[in-house]
């Protein structure tokens, strides 16, 4: 899945999961394929409605999901694969990581 960037989103209110993340020195099996399946999973979740996400050299990146409500958050956390992949995530792939939810209420673009 290649989603568009950026994303293409409704009117607010609606919610932005942010997880800021510094990967760790090698990319360790089999991070790009989960990415990827996650993304794909998450994309088919009830209340998800976009995914931008970036990540330089060093490995320092940004990824944020965007959701219709803190329902539809919870219960993506909830998913038995999404859980899996987080635990190799504090494993493996992970140097540091942060998780923020917030509310959005305005939004701008071109």
């Not at 994303?7 to 760790?24: M, W």
């Not at 944020?64 to 958050?73: G, H, L, P, R």
Request: net charge neutral; aromatic share 12%.
């Amino acid at each position: 899945m290649n989603p568009s960037f950026p994303a293409k989103l409704p009117k607010p209110p609606y919610y932005a999961v942010i997880f800021p993340s510094v990967r760790t020195s090698t990319d360790e099996e089999g991070y790009q394929a989960m990415a990827e399946t996650m993304t794909e999973r998450a994309s088919k979740q009830p209340g998800f409605l976009g995914i931008e996400s970036v990540r330089d050299e060093q490995g320092l990146g940004i990824t944020v999901s965007y959701w219709t409500d803190e329902a539809s958050i919870a219960n993506w956390k909830a998913d038995g694969e999404h859980a899996q992949a987080r635990k190799l995530g504090r494993e493996k792939w992970y140097g540091d990581f942060a998780l923020r939810v917030a509310k959005v209420e305005r939004a701008y673009s071109l």
